[in-house]
């Protein structure tokens, strides 16, 4: 049974940082991508970003390429999302997903485990 577990949001003003961490259990955490998305009140879930199984490839939603950058560490079977530069559109809760593959894209169909989320608030 694979298990997600995010932990690091809180309350930010604007223009400041924050550092997502995701910790899975479970088996062969290394031979599958993972992502990160994210979901205000009264939107859909939206993308954020993802990293290959391996770590080598991400991908970003365009929106917000070049103020989040996405990592992992395999041997503690962790995926981090660090933030900058936050603004309050940033306010959601932000999950961390399992790719069914190695390399998964933009598509919640292309994720089967979903951690309970965590709550980013920015202040303007």
């Known amino acids: 049974q694979v298990q997600l577990v995010e932990s690091g949001g809180g309350l930010v003003q604007a223009g400041g940082s924050l550092r997502l961490s995701c910790a899975a259990s479970?088996?062969?955490?290394?031979?599958?991508?993972m992502g990160w998305f994210r979901q205000a009140p009264g939107k859909e879930r939206e993308f954020v970003a993802a990293?290959?199984?391996?770590?080598?490839?991400?991908t970003y939603a365009r929106s917000l390429k070049g103020r989040f950058t996405i990592s992992r560490d395999n041997a503690e079977m962790t995926v981090y999302l660090q933030m900058n530069s936050l603004k309050p559109e940033d306010t959601a809760v932000y999950y961390c997903?399992?790719?069914?593959?190695?390399?998964?894209?933009?598509?919640?169909?292309?994720?089967?485990?979903w951690g309970q989320g965590t709550q980013v608030t920015v202040s303007s």
């Open positions: 997903a399992r790719g069914r593959r190695t390399l998964s894209g933009e598509g919640v169909e292309e994720y089967d485990y």
């Open positions: 479970g088996r062969a955490f290394s031979s599958y991508s």
């Open positions: 990293i290959s199984s391996s770590g080598v490839v991400t």
